[in-house]
Nanobody, 121 residues
Framework: QVQLVESGGGLVQAGGSLRLSCAAS????????MGWYRQAPGKERELVATITRGGNTNYADSVKGRSTISRDSAKNTVYLQMNSLKYEDTAVYYC???????????????WGQGTQVTVSS
């Protein structure tokens, strides 16, 4: 079993900052990609940012320059620092982790339960 525990969401004023965290635990052999998606009311879930095992990052254009994704591989934890938050950043943010649970197991994507980020204008 694998568990993802997210934290750091909340209510913030426009222009403010938040830091989201997601810790993976359980039967983990190798983590490849970690990242964040978000889903606003009435919209489809969209990619926010990802980071590979080697540290390569990818950002949605909507958050590029305002957000930084990082990971602590020793702690199996991924972070998303979001600055200069806008009203349109309001969404439920989901952590994703691509991992294997054994040496010859296939890579599986796990999702966190989601954490609400609300930006007041």
């Amino acid at each position: 079993q694998v568990q993802l525990v997210e934290s750091g969401g909340g209510l913030v004023q426009a222009g403010g900052s938040l830091r989201l965290s997601c810790a993976a635990s359980g039967s983990i052999k190798t983590i490849t990609v970690m990242g964040w998606y978000r889903q606003a009311p009435g919209k489809e879930r969209e990619l926010v940012a990802t980071i590979t095992r080697g540290g390569n990052t990818n950002y949605a254009d909507s958050v590029k320059g305002r957000s930084t994704i990082s990971r602590d591989s020793a702690k199996n934890t991924v972070y998303l620092q979001m600055n200069s938050l806008k009203y349109e950043d309001t969404a439920v943010y989901y952590c994703v982790v691509d991992l294997t649970t054994c040496t010859f197991c296939r890579t599986t994507r796990y999702w966190g339960q989601g954490t609400q980020v609300t930006v007041s204008s």
